[in-house]
């Protein structure tokens, strides 16, 4: 008798560890030095008026003395925000070979409509090379 209770209770919880769960995956993976192996998004889901900070994680397979970093959003599938930043402002330059972190923080507006949201990062170089591209996928 208790069992019939017992899925709905399961759903929920298993929604409540996933549904507001954020994706990602790199863009251009096989044309970039830069590979992506983990992305966070913190706090997952963001909150509208609040920060949220990408931080992603990998490997560089040669030194870049320094670059840019930009960010595009979409909303619904339309682009509603960009903005590009010096690169060295969210990691540690020149970046050598081997182990990297960039730390992206974008404080959001408190007039951020509730929806599906994509988040495009790419990362170039001085010589405008294409570093790294992400796109991390989120709901609010």
Not at 70 to 99: H, R
Not at 103 to 108: I, K, P, S, T
């Amino acid at each position: 008798m208790w069992t019939r209770g017992l899925l709905p209770l399961v759903l929920l919880l298993a929604c409540g560890l996933n549904c507001d769960a954020f994706t990602w995956e790199p863009c251009d993976a096989d044309k970039v030095p830069f590979i992506p192996d983990h992305v966070d998004l913190v706090p997952d889901p963001p909150a509208a008026g609040g920060q949220v900070v990408f931080k992603i994680q990998g490997n560089a397979v040669h030194d870049v003395p320094s670059g840019l970093i930009s960010i595009n959003v979409s909303f619904a599938g339309t682009q509603i925000y960009e903005e590009v930043d010096d690169l060295c402002s969210k990691t540690t330059c020149p970046i050598k070979t081997g182990p990297l972190n960039i730390v992206y923080e974008q404080d959001l507006p408190p007039i951020a409509p509730p929806g599906d949201y994509d988040v495009q990062v790419v990362a170039r170089g001085v010589d405008n090379e294409e570093l790294m591209c992400v796109v991390v996928h989120f709901e609010m």
